[in-house]
């Protein structure tokens, strides 16, 4: 039986797709469990698979493919179409940039990360400063390529990488109100909350006994631990498909609250990998929508549902009984107040809902002025601390505090920070949505009980893979575009309304 | 700057040897930590490398480059000269056997393995024994394929995949001669043992503390942990490359000393790797010479040097202080009593070094039958008995103790069993030439100083790599071919003199 000329299609991304599953797993294995001297054959090994990727995306026969399918009268289904499109978006993404600048990229971001690691231990950003001009460099002729070929602004061809179809024009808006309304409103929270501090936790924890509660609560909100794992890392991250997908935290014996929203963030992020239309499991529409859709879920999970009073009513007793602990510091709302404590930090990293957006302003603006050219890398760390103290009201002390402190724009990560607060963002509106249609949700998960959750999130999100573009899947499941005001109302609501009755 | 035809052979055998690397981290991967639920993405994974492996070796371009260098007057020094024979192996071996057979062996094996677990439980050979006959019409057919390529008989060509060169006519007189003169060695020994039984060890040792022992050991040993790994899994294992060796092994509460010895068993094999010529990493002349040297390392690291007096006159001490234990049956001397005991068991993987060979050559036997002609799959289990029985003495209750005992034939390996015993013979060859050219080593041994012995085999052996043949190999090392007299000599000698001396 022959095959038409959209399934000879398929076979091929199905390849590449079988390319990129060995890929995710030699990634995770690199960051949880190869030994340190084996980097070498593992980038040997990465870049031989990212070839053999490009090698089928570019290989004459899948152009004339695409051509043929897109022009002919087959009769697609609109998955199909969709996936052609989707196909074509990697196709022109792999064809949009030419190898001797991959290369460069690769050597440059290479570099970069080492000198970074090194630029951290001595607070010291003047070594790092020409290798992150180097990668500027190159990612300004990456992005030069890519709006050529997207037919869009350089920046917008970096934004469009990680979050298909976003543009700056469409994010300017929504960053600007937050910049108006959220500096106030952290002062009056900060005020607020300094009557009633949380306990503080004394005791320490084993590693091993934080790693069983978070399989338990990770079994419970449903993540099936017949096709992922949980395991250690020095950050908390996900890789994988969602024939195979595993999750890592970090646990820390004096901060089990850290390793544990670390594993509601990830295991949000599990989630929608898990819940994606598995019939479309090797094809480019059967991906997730990019990275502000994947945030949202991640941070939908732990957010709006891990840092609230009734998750906590139901977690605090769990914890009790693995730990075996009780007292004051131990009681839900305690572990409550804990979680939604807001502060005035220089760490985007572990910074609470409330203030994390100003920390991706303050990126999201000076990857701007990179990219315009109006502001040099040099001179990023003055302006990371003018633009910082402007919103925050506080001044780093030194690099480590300000401009030092990711690891993204050494490995060559421009364009990226904005799906982080989008993403919350998105979080918000979907958080709106489901309140209206299952107004009781919040007192299934203090029963436990994720399964209205997951079914309400797997029709409004996951099955629909990229299918959708990330505006008409969100307007589908909310009836509305990325607004911040849904974002600033949550936070009031939850900030000022929900402590009070709980506490 | 343009690359001769040898160069470009090289480039593509590197990208070969870059895949099979992470096939091996996939293999290891499978066996320790993939979920079970992944196995279905995992074998589309492997299948996938498999076909890139294939691609490569069978494009036309890589037969032309291969004929114009052998048939040319490229200068080539004597490496690159092995290596290219060494090539030309790998690409008879691709060349040989049809895709449609490749494709078979891998459903009729597949199948036959997932049977062949039931057929363990259920202890009933009925139900696999179809399975079986289809795997081996369908490696015949490929022995036939082979025969033909390498102009010898098909079940010489078996052999010689796992053990390049080796034909049963060298084979044939050997096990002959083990067939002759064991059997009544193995009652001498056991009755000679029965007056002095070893004491029973009564303590549990968690698996953590056996870990902590076996890393222990291991680096004493000079396991390089930089670019390895120990864990556990179902049997003990080693997979990779020198550049991120993986060993498991199994510890069970109640039997150290197992887990112990297959952790030496598999850091045998391992440092065989590891001293792999490193300039020839990524291309066939620098991997190891086949399953018989791999296996003599393992046995010569295992038998030779660890279930020795001197060996746990050093480990025993370590064993106390890591385990915190004492009393008679932890002295170094009741260890290796423990760990030289004879019995006559129906089970070849936990069998000692004196009744090992048995166990293989009843393997050996029915294989040849089953290639011949002479026996039916169907016939295997009273075949089995018999032949079992003539050596030992017993027989087997149920085919659980008999033909359903081991994976390989369900998985389609004929021709492999061999490599064990012969690899024994070689280990004992290589132990009684070094006591002629370091005569004081197993007092080094005793010291925990592995330093002169591992010099020693890296110069015989693994410096080597598939340079030389096998038999080669064994002659320059030892001075002798391959034969069992010295293997019934160490035997005798360690069985009948050691114990004297040391209990």
């Given at each position: 039986m022959s095959l038409s000329p959209y399934q000879h299609l398929e076979k091929r991304f199905k390849r590449v797709q079988v390319l990129r599953s060995i890929t995710h797993l030699l990634r995770w294995d690199s960051e949880v469990l190869m030994p340190l001297g084996s980097s070498r054959i593992r980038s040997e090994q990465l870049a031989l698979l990212d070839t053999e990727c490009s090698a089928i995306l570019l290989s004459k026969k899948t152009a004339v493919l695409l051509d043929r399918v897109e022009s002919s009268s087959y009769s697609l289904d609109e998955w199909e179409e969709a996936n052609v499109r989707e196909m074509r978006r990697h196709w022109l993404y792999a064809k949009a940039i030419p190898k001797y600048l991959m290369n460069s990229l690769h050597r440059a971001t290479t570099k970069a990360e080492v000198v970074w690691r090194r630029a951290c231990e001595e607070n010291n950003f003047k070594i790092l400063s020409p290798h992150l001009e180097k990668v500027v460099d190159v990612v300004r002729d990456k992005a030069q390529f890519l709006g050529n070929a997207f037919g869009c602004s350089s920046y917008d061809a970096l934004l469009d990488e990680h979050d298909p179809g976003r543009k700056s024009a469409e994010?300017?808006?929504?960053?600007?109100?937050?910049?108006?309304?959220?500096?106030?409103?952290?002062?009056?929270?900060?005020?607020?909350?300094?009557?009633?501090?949380?306990?503080?936790?004394?005791?320490?924890?084993?590693?091993?006994?934080?790693?069983?509660?978070g399989r338990f609560i990770m079994k419970k909100i449903g993540f099936p631990f017949n096709k992922g794992r949980l395991d250690e890392s020095l950050h908390p991250f996900t890789e994988g498909t969602s024939e195979d997908l595993r999750i890592t935290s970090l646990f820390a014996e004096s901060d089990f609250l850290s390793g544990l929203m670390g594993i509601l963030h990830e295991t949000g992020h599990a989630m929608y990998d898990f819940g994606l239309p598995p019939d479309r499991f090797f094809q480019p529409v059967g991906r997730d929508r990019g990275m502000t859709v994947h945030e949202s879920q991640a941070l939908f999970l732990e957010m709006m549902i891990g840092r609230t009073p009734e998750f906590m009513n139901f977690a605090g007793p769990i914890v009790s009984r693995i730990f075996g602990v009780s007292g004051p510091a131990w009681q839900p709302e305690n572990l409550y107040r804990m979680a939604t404590q807001v502060r005035k930090s220089f760490n985007r990293m572990n910074a609470d809902e409330v203030t994390y957006p100003m920390h991706i302003l303050v990126r999201y603006e000076l990857e701007k002025d990179i990219f315009s050219g109006s502001l040099r890398v040099k001179d990023l760390p003055d302006a990371w601390n003018e633009k910082f103290h402007k919103r925050m009201g506080i001044f780093p002390e030194n690099v480590n505090q300000g401009c030092l402190q990711d690891s993204h724009w050494p490995q060559g990560y421009f364009g990226y920070f904005s799906t982080y607060a989008l993403g919350a963002i998105m979080a918000a509106q979907l958080h709106r949505a489901l309140k209206v249609e299952i107004p009781g949700f919040m007192q299934e998960i203090q029963q436990g009980d994720f399964s209205n959750l997951f079914d309400w999130l797997g029709k409004k999100i996951f099955q629909h893979g990229a299918k959708l573009s990330s505006q008409e899947l969100l307007r589908q499941a909310t009836g509305d575009s990325l607004n911040s005001d849904f974002y600033l109302d949550y936070l009031k609501e939850k900030y000022f309304v929900d402590t009070d009755i709980h506490s």
């Open positions: 994010i300017d808006p929504i960053f600007q109100k937050l910049d108006l309304h959220l500096p106030p409103l952290i002062e009056k929270i900060i005020d607020k909350q300094s009557a009633n501090l949380p306990v503080k936790i004394s005791e320490k924890i084993p590693k091993s006994k934080q790693k069983d509660l």
